[in-house]
């Protein structure tokens, strides 16, 4: 067995490989980039490599950097993980120059199936069902609109190298079929380092059904079951099941026999996973994922097999470490969300910044990559953790998960918990009443409960009050922690008066709403704030100051009791409030430095950390509301920063591959009043 393993890869995926490796006693190593050097997957691993700056392809994609540290900590095998350099043939390739085994499929394989076109052509061969459309490759721009012209609509360009939804637009009657090419370009490259698209035919409202496989590289392959990943969001799966039971016997064994064949026809050597969109009993085959899946996890669950070890073992022996009669069956059905870091009110925004709490229940596997005290960067995936829950039945297993994430706290940045909560309780998801569209058409319909002015009252008593106390993060000075709350405008507050309605001073915004804000005296205990023209009187009880874990509170406003629990900084508060998480930015209104950083309609600010791709305006042009002015990249995705309002642009403060900082000032409009 091999001595040593490096991970070329970070996040859950590197910590989940590297507990695999320290059960079958092969030391472990991992690489990082520089914002990495204090992450999750570092510490818990603990030889680990530096291999560049934060950008994936300095780092991660860079293939000199990672053999080289292969080589450094004396590894004598490389596991991709996925995503990052996982499909690329040239790696497989270097690595076996180097010594090294690439624990995956041979690079000849990598390149069949990591072309989506290739793939598509050979399953063509064997008689399987596919999705038609131009076979051949192109990051041609021309080349690709001729192509699309034939193609009914809606149509589908998905990056030849892509996967997890990178790379990939639907078109429909009426869009922008050039503006969405070029996107899609820019996307692969970024994500995979290759531009290249195929088009095709695209089938509306299929389920997602995927074979998992196992081959030995010499001809033997068998099937691990099967999942089914129908709940997804721009083609980024959210919700994952196994075994699939949505689908007749005879349509699953269909689906197993035509990805065993697959396997068979190129020695498949590994794990790898076979995808087809489904419509009743018809099946067409979509693309082969030659590695390790997000969604691995589900099929441990319900076989009690460790994927990863089964996965080891075979590309070192060569041979299946099981039989098909020793293949265990699957025992009821098990779930997987994934967790991430983004703002399901703002179009699922990628979200930055330090994860201060993060607690799990305890009933569900957690594959986390993060951990409190972490920080989410702009430059990679935004996956905080996977939680998977089992139960002997489909509504048993969502019904774990739906209690496991009531109990789940994430303060700190925003994250999509309180999506996924209201999402498993939807009727038809219970009733698996789901298709691949599902979740774009819920989202239409969906209507956010309401932030309520007591919840506002109690988190800003809360902020004010809990900023005012000691800090014992070692992470902060006293000073700084303070800062906000040194505010003369805050004299109401010192002076104890209760006499007159607390003087609106601060705006607390975020992505539920905006309420301007005032603080009264403090009587009996409570704490007079004002939210809008409503006054709440609000006690929040005491905390030991020691206490840096974000306990849960019960705060009392008007008599009603408000359970939450909170993070706070000196101009923002995290917050979960069971059903809800609420996070708000606070500004003093009195402040004339205030101008475009509240979110006033004049200015834009950049949504996150990234890098500007494209400044589509200049100083004193006139725009239109919605008009695009400028196009920035965060985390692998392309995002739009359009005007709010119909105006004349009056100064433009960023450029072309600029870096830009979350709430930086972008760009000011003057008006054009009606």
């Not at 994609?61 to 350099?85: E, K, M, S, T, Y």
């Not at 099946?283 to 460790?306: K, Y």
Request: proline content about 4%.
């Amino acid at each position: 067995m091999y001595r040593k393993i490096l991970i070329a890869n970070r996040g859950e995926i590197a910590c989940r490989i590297a507990r695999t490796l320290r059960q079958m006693d092969i030391a472990a190593a991992t690489v990082h980039s520089t914002v990495d050097a204090q992450s999750l997957h570092v510490q818990e691993i603990g030889e680990s490599v530096w291999i560049g700056d934060a950008p994936a392809r300095q780092s991660y994609l860079n293939i000199d950097a990672v053999i080289a540290a292969a080589q450094r900590v004396g590894a004598d095998a490389v596991h991709p993980g996925f995503g990052f350099l996982s499909e690329n043939a040239d790696f497989a390739r270097r690595c076996a120059e180097a010594g090294l085994t690439f624990i995956g499929p041979s690079p000849e394989v990598l390149t069949l199936f990591g072309d989506k076109a290739q793939a598509k052509q050979l399953a063509q061969r064997l008689g399987i069902v596919t999705a038609g459309g131009l076979d051949e490759p192109s990051d041609d721009v021309g080349t690709l609109l001729r192509a699309l012209s034939p193609l009914p609509r809606p149509c589908i360009l998905k990056a030849v190298a892509g996967g997890g939804g990178k790379g990939m637009r639907v078109l429909r009657e009426g869009d922008d079929a050039r503006a969405a090419i070029e996107a899609a370009i820019r996307e692969g490259r970024s994500a995979f380092g290759d531009g290249r698209l195929i088009a095709e035919r695209y089938l509306g409202g299929p389920r997602h059904i995927e074979v998992q496989i196992l081959g030995d590289g010499r001809g033997q392959v068998m099937h691990l079951w099967d999942r089914e990943c129908s709940l997804q969001r721009r083609f980024q799966k959210v919700v994952e099941e196994a075994p699939a039971t949505s689908i007749s016997q005879a349509l699953r064994e269909r689906l197993q026999a035509q990805a065993v064949a697959l396997g068979q026809a190129v020695n498949y050597l590994g794990l790898g996973t076979v995808e087809f969109a489904v419509s009743g009993e018809e099946a067409v085959f979509l693309e082969v994922n030659p590695r390790l899946q997000v969604e691995h996890t589900v099929t441990e669950s319900v076989t009690g097999l460790d994927l990863v070890a089964l996965q080891i073992r075979t590309v070192h022996d060569g041979c299946l470490p099981l039989s098909e009669a020793e293949r265990p069956e699957p025992r009821g059905v098990a779930v997987q969300v994934r967790l991430y870091a983004e703002d399901a009110a703002q179009g699922f925004l990628p979200a930055t910044g330090r994860v201060d709490v993060f607690d799990v229940a305890r009933d569900v596997r957690v594959d986390a990559g993060v951990t409190a005290g972490s920080v989410i960067s702009p430059h990679y995936d935004p996956m905080i953790a996977k939680l998977i829950a089992h139960g002997q039945t489909r509504e048993a297993a969502f019904q774990v998960m739906r209690g496991a994430l009531a109990q789940t706290s994430v303060l700190g940045v925003t994250s999509n918990r309180e999506f996924l909560q209201a999402l498993l309780t939807d009727p038809r998801v219970r009733a698996n009443e789901v298709n691949t569209e599902f979740i774009d058409t819920w989202l239409a319909n969906h209507q956010a409960q309401p932030v309520l002015p007591a919840e506002v009252a109690a988190l800003l008593a809360v902020w004010l009050v809990q900023g005012r106390r000691p800090m014992t993060d070692p992470g902060r000075s006293h000073v700084d922690a303070l800062g906000a709350w040194q505010d003369a405008g805050l004299t109401g507050w010192r002076l104890r008066r209760v006499d007159t309605l607390p003087a609106i001073t601060w705006q607390a915004s975020g992505t539920a709403g905006a309420w301007r804000v005032g603080f009264g005296g403090v009587m009996n205990d409570a704490q007079q704030v004002r939210v809008d023209d409503q006054v709440f009187q609000v006690v929040v009880p005491e905390i030991d100051g020691r206490d840096s874990s974000s306990p849960w509170l019960s705060v009392n406003v008007d008599g009603r009791a408000v359970r939450l629990r909170a993070s706070v900084s000196e101009a923002h508060i995290s917050a979960d409030l069971g059903a809800r998480s609420l996070a708000l930015d606070l500004q003093a209104l009195r402040s004339r430095s205030m101008g475009g950083g509240d979110g006033t309609r004049d200015k834009m600010r950049a949504p996150m950390m990234g890098l500007i791709i494209a400044v589509h305006v200049k100083e004193g042009d006139m725009v239109q509301a919605g008009q695009r002015l400028a196009t920035m990249e965060s985390m692998k995705m392309e995002m739009t920063i359009s005007a709010p309002v119909t105006g004349r642009v009056s100064w433009v403060g960023c450029a072309d591959k600029d870096k830009v900082e979350r709430h930086q000032d972008l760009f000011r409009i003057e008006a054009v009043q009606d």
